[in-house]
């Protein structure tokens, strides 16, 4: 046989066989074997390209080495400050980018626990309150102390207000009420109205009327203008622990101990207008989202987006699982709630769809034992969490009121 019909036969057999392929040289114009499997490796080997980063519907978590008792936004910028349980403060940047999240400094400045942070209008200093009864002012930019008024109050100071550039309202454990002008460092204004803890304020857009929550159950209504106490409310029953002006500054809503939103009309703060029972425990931080939207976080680990008048519990914008939640913000923009509880973590819930949530004034019957409604897929982990199944606890009713008041909005005073 000629050699050359041998060489075609060996090729021929050669292309049929698995994972080999046929080629001819460049150079001597030959046939020659060329072995997928190797050009694979040789493909394998060249290095990667970059990856795109991730982008996130929320900043990740940010984890801490202590309990964080509070959290703040700054007001134009991606910029978070948060006071621990140990009196550190912590000030980080955060990012949807995966990775993104940067701390920007810490100080340690305070002696115990930090109790609240706040950000000045202009964004430019850091307030904190501690139980340590001091107030620090710091330099945003380098976390560098600019100002400490060591004795603000003869008790552990429990809550703060950022009136204006000028003014600053402080609140006790034992109900003393400070406010403070800022340039010259020295209260004009102290009064002892409450028998407990102040553990919430608010002011009216012209900043004339302030308001107070204390753990001895009333709101109490002070006139700064003319430096005078007006009234306190009735009492409640167990602490009242935050509050919010909704409805254009013509309510006042109230969290309490007992798991109740008690409304005031800003006309009428001697007794609530409306309550209405949460479901849920402690109700300890509120804030107003629209004029008729708060989020409520409670000592159960939910935060709850509720509407007011009517009275609705919308669904569950987040939860630390199975943690108590000290406090919750809302950013500049108006798109994330940041939330801290006693997991040590701060986490980011996306609230921009909740502006555009209307509530009608037509109440469906709720089946006993529903489900709280998710408002976003982060809120219940994705349905594999303990939360997937959480139901809002159906309150014990007399036979002869159950018809009446699952059509009723609220338990009206």
Known sequence: MHPLSSNRTFYQEAAEMPGVSVARDSDTGEDCEENDENEQDESDAEPDEPKEPKIRETPEDIKFEAIVNTVAFHPTRDILAAGDLDGDIYVHSYSCVEGGNQELWSSGHHLKSCREVAFSHDGEKLFSISKDKSVHIMDVEGGKLVKRISKAHSDPIN??????????????????????????????????????????????????ILLTTSGDGTMGVFNIKRRRFDLLSEFQNGDLTSLAIMKRGKKVACGSSEGMIYLFNWDGFGATSDRF?????????????????????????????????????????????????????????????????????????????????????????????????????????????????????TEIKKPEEKEEEEDSDSDSD
């Open 159 to 208: 809550s703060m207000l950022l009136i204006d550039e000028n003014l600053l309202a402080t609140g006790d454990d034992r109900g003393t009420l400070k406010v403070w002008d800022l340039r010259r460092g020295t209260a004009f204004m102290e009064m002892k109205q409450h028998e407990e803890y102040i553990s919430g304020m608010a002011i009216d857009h012209d900043k004339k």
């Open 277 to 393: 029972a949460v479901k849920a425990e402690s109700v300890d931080s509120i804030i107003p989202i629209t004029d008729s939207i708060l989020c409520a976080a409670s000592t159960d680990g939910v935060i709850r987006a509720i509407n007011l008048l009517p009275n609705r519990v919308i669904g569950s914008v987040g939860q630390h699982v199975g943690e108590p939640i000290e406090q919750i913000a809302k950013s500049y923009d108006g798109h994330f709630l940041a939330s801290c509880a006693h997991d040590q973590k701060v986490k980011f819930w996306d609230i921009s769809s909740l502006s555009a949530i209307t509530v009608s004034d037509y109440r469906r019957r709720k089946k006993k034992g529903g489900n709280l409604k998710s408002l976003s897929k982060k809120a219940f982990g994705g349905g594999d969490d303990f939360f997937s199944g959480l139901i809002e606890e």
